[in-house]
């Protein structure tokens, strides 16, 4: 960490072994590749220090992906495949990240190493045995990382949090949206979190009602024998799209709102809210928030969000949620640029966790110095502002 903290181009093992004291480049290897850490006890403290220095009611937490590009198919869930960084199909690695943000500052909390599918076939039985793959570890989605980290953390109960805000890349995913909507891991874990609201992106082909149409029973023959199944009542609207929807709202129903200030000035969007019931297997399934937003262009281009906030929750409130994003973007963007999070060189499962750990500890000792020396974050926008 002396060697991440240090001003040095490039800061992966090598460099770092070779200019800082005592440094010896196998030991390091060895250290951060091979020697057991109990990451679960470490992070249990790192996560009470952060509680001390930024735990606040009204926290959010904001779950996102990073990619890292990869030559070579030999590092531990290395495939082609699509890799924010360079926003197209690579071949690279993809990690799961769950931030924190409060008035106070923001961290990273957790993260999980995204294994594709492919990995646990037979094929790859050999690179799972030379990346120190845990042979416990079985396949799990991004969707389903993220469900974990969250569970464990609330049931952890250092943090103190109100807010779950999810990534748009996860919203616009299809497997992101069956998960989401259908099976519904990720919402289901937050709504019997009692308290807990959540503000997550969706795709415009989202399909919803904004009045709750007649449920009936309709019988049918299977294989010889009556069934019975719900459908919707002969008459009712057809669901629609939540991109339609927003198309047909009055321009006097949208409202102006500043999100963030930028280097040219305030970054505004216009905002609209409805009350709509998703469309889940051609029935009505949860009563939720549709927030809109667009950008002032002459062709505006159109987000969507769902929410489960209460009903007399202020347009305010999510605005505020919209642009709340920005917090992790920075975590990720600053422990790369400063503290080379995508600079390393290892390749075994164990080594990418510790050192993404080594990277967490380090950017939020920086938010420790930046908090004792009194200055505060510019990512968290109160709700009372």
């Known amino acids: ?30 250290f951060l590749s091979d020697i057991y850490w109990d990451e679960e006890k470490m992070l249990l403290k790192y996560r009470s220090m952060i509680k001390d220095d930024m735990g606040e009611e009204n926290g959010v937490l904001i779950i996102d992906e990073a990619g890292f590009p990869k030559k070579g198919n030999d590092s531990a869930g290395v495939v082609k495949q699509y890799c924010g960084t360079l926003g197209k199909v690579e071949n690279c690695q993809v990690g799961v990240f769950i931030a924190y943000a409060s008035m106070h500052g923001y961290a990273l909390l957790d993260k999980r190493l995204f294994l594709p599918e492919k990995w646990f076939t037979k094929e790859y039985k050999e690179r799972r045995e030379k990346c120190m793959v845990p042979k416990r570890l ?5 969707p389903q990382l993220a469900v974990e980290m969250f569970q464990g953390i609330h049931e952890e109960g250092n943090i ?6 999810s990534d748009t890349l996860y919203g616009n995913s299809p ?13 289901e874990a937050i709504e019997s979190s ?8 969706i795709a415009c082909d989202t399909l919803c009602w904004l009045k709750e149409p007649v449920v009936t029973d309709k019988e049918y023959k299977y294989r010889g024998k009556k069934r019975i199944k719900k459908v919707v009542q002969k008459g009712e609207k057809k669901p629609i799209r939540v991109d339609k929807l927003a198309e047909n709202i009055n321009d006097y129903f949208w409202y102006r709102r500043k999100v963030s200030e930028g280097t ?16 889940r297997d051609g029935l009505p399934d949860k009563k939720v928030w549709l927030i809109v937003k667009r950008t002032l262009d002459e062709k505006a281009t159109y987000s969507y969000y769902i929410s489960n906030a209460p009903e007399n929750t202020r347009l305010k409130t999510f605005v505020w949620l919209s642009g709340i994003r920005w917090a992790i973007e920075q975590c990720l963007e600053e422990t790369k640029t400063e503290l080379g999070m995508d600079q390393y060189e290892v390749r075994k499962y164990p080594g990418w966790n510790h050192h993404i750990l080594t990277c967490m500890l380090a ?15 510019t990512a968290y926008y109160s709700i009372a502002a």
């Open 1 to 30: 960490m002396v060697g991440q903290f240090s001003e040095l181009e490039r800061k992966s093992i090598e460099p770092i072994a070779l200019n800082v004291e005592d440094g010896n480049v196998r030991g390091m290897q060895r």
């Open 138 to 142: 079985e396949f799990k989605t991004k």
């Open 160 to 165: 103190p949090f109100k807010y779950v805000v």
């Open 175 to 187: 497997e992101f949206m069956v998960a989401l909507l259908h099976s519904a891991p990720f919402i």
């Open 194 to 201: 009692k308290g807990k609201i959540y503000f997550v992106s």
């Open 264 to 279: 040219k000035g305030p970054i505004e969007y216009e905002f609209t809210k409805r009350e709509i019931i998703l469309c």
């Open 363 to 377: 950017h939020f000792f920086l938010w420790h110095l930046r908090i004792s020396l009194g200055k505060k974050s």
